[in-house]
């Protein structure tokens, strides 16, 4: 699933598109909040306000809300920054001739799902120490005959599976919208070239499929940005009250 | 162009299994994500929490801006309040003196318009007093002069020596008041 390199040119290993989205996509957020918070205002003007009311969302919708506390203003640019890198990059599928997710080619999702399962399991061991992997494994209020089923599965649960789950699910979501919009293109542009014009016809059937597929890209493609940061933020609150879980 | 399509996609799944990953996008992502990470905790953040804080901090002291100002309200209020009733205790206690004061001059006033009265009529008797004696005094000259020409005139003779006509005058007075006394009594 690699696209050609740009450069060098149709290489298999170049400087590939993806990559360019992704540098793209850092420099558009990073230009955007700059100058949206560049002047600070008391009453905000549009660009600021806009600005905040995104910066608002990440801060008070999913850690607020989810951390709470009095520490979850520490994690907030980790899931500020997740949220909107991912949000971009995956926009990026749904903007015509860019249409390309950057996280439909899985090594971006495997980085982004191996910083965060370093982030909350160092949140976690700082802060109960090593009898934090007694926490998030051994339940408590569990018989004590049912322990050995449970303990491996919390295990793998929480050690093993957690981490493929939250990439594999950015990416596949990812992947499988941009092989449906492509395929429906493909399709329509398979349907239009027949000479049967009953057959021909039925490319509008496929373009309105294409156009409901689309949409509903846009909206998950807007929804995994936001799953993956809220499952951030529930992992590492998980970490930071390990003993009350 | 269909057997392009296919031919690319059959290469494509001989090449490459899906999910594994290119290590060339992992480093731009991850590298990419890094400074997108620096950019918001350096600069994004503070820069918004700033705000937040001071739009707090404005609101809140904005509230307490106005609880002084309230309080400072109530404060003048009961003072103004206070003030008043000083003031219509201050104006009772005046009218209270005026009124005394004033019962006041009006008795010496009285007392004063008694006295004066009292002391006109006093001069206006002794007035009297000493015009009657007047009269007494010269109605007894006079009375003496005149009787004696009358007499003079009735009798011929003249009266004119002095000391008999005095002599003559003193009698008949002394005739007249022991006459009067008789009456009087």
Redesign the interface.
Same mark, same amino acid.
């Given at each position: 699933m690699h696209l050609p390199a740009i450069l060098p040119w149709g290489a298999a290993d170049g400087f590939s598109k993806q990559m360019l989205l992704v540098i793209l996509s850092v420099v558009i957020i990073a230009t955007f909040f700059l100058l949206a918070a560049r002047k600070q205002q008391l009453v905000p003007g549009k660009l600021q306000f806009a600005g905040e009311a995104a910066y608002g969302f990440v801060r008070n919708s999913i850690a607020k809300d989810i951390i709470g506390g009095r520490d979850f203003i520490k994690y907030v640019p980790l899931l500020f920054s997740l949220f909107f890198f991912i949000l971009v990059n995956n926009i990026y599928g749904a903007i015509p001739v860019i249409q390309l997710p950057s996280f439909s080619h899985v090594g971006g999702a495997y980085v982004l799902a191996a910083i965060v399962y370093v982030t909350w399991i160092g949140i976690g061991i700082k802060k109960n120490g090593l009898r934090y992997f007694k926490l998030a494994t051994v339940p408590s209020g569990v018989p004590v005959y049912i322990l050995p089923i449970v303990i491996p599965i919390e295990i793998i649960s929480n050690f093993l599976v957690r981490p493929v789950t939250h990439s594999l699910r950015l990416f596949a979501t990812m992947l499988a919208g941009h092989l449906i919009v492509m395929i429906a293109g493909s399709g329509i542009e398979y349907l239009v070239m027949q000479e049967n014009v009953l057959l021909k016809g039925t490319s509008v059937l496929v373009l309105a499929g294409a156009i409901a597929m689309y949409m509903l890209e846009a909206l998950i493609m807007a929804l995994q940005a936001y799953v993956f940061t809220l499952l951030t933020a529930i992992y590492i609150e998980g970490a930071l009250h390990a003993d009350s879980h | 162009?269909?057997q392009l399509?296919i031919s690319a996609a059959t290469e494509?799944a001989e090449?490459?299994n899906?999910? +594994?990953?290119?290590?060339?996008?992992?480093g731009? %992502?991850?590298a990419? &994500?890094a +400074?997108?990470?620096f950019?918001?905790?350096k600069? %994004?953040?503070p820069? &918004?929490?700033?705000?937040f804080a001071?739009?707090a901090e404005?609101i809140e002291g904005g509230i307490a801006k106005a609880e002084k100002a309230q309080a400072e309200a109530s404060a003048a209020l009961e003072e103004y309040k206070q003030q008043l009733t000083d003031a219509r205790a201050e104006a009772n206690r005046i009218r209270e003196e005026a009124r005394a004061e004033g019962a006041l001059i009006l008795a010496e006033l009285k007392e004063k318009a008694a006295a004066e009265s009292a002391r006109i009529t006093a001069q206006a008797h002794a007035q009297i007093e000493s015009e009657r004696q007047a009269a007494v005094v010269s109605l007894r000259s006079e009375v003496g002069t005149l009787a004696t020409t009358l007499a003079g005139r009735i009798v011929g003779e003249t009266l004119e020596d002095d000391a008999r006509a005095a002599r003559v005058v003193d009698r008949f007075l002394a005739d007249l008041e022991t006459q009067n006394a008789g009456v009087a009594k």
């Open positions: - | 162009m269909n399509i494509g090449a490459a899906p999910l +594994v990953p290119n290590l060339w996008e992992m731009v %992502v991850l990419g &994500f +400074v997108l990470f950019i918001v905790v600069f %994004v953040v820069m &918004f929490e700033k705000t001071e739009r404005a």
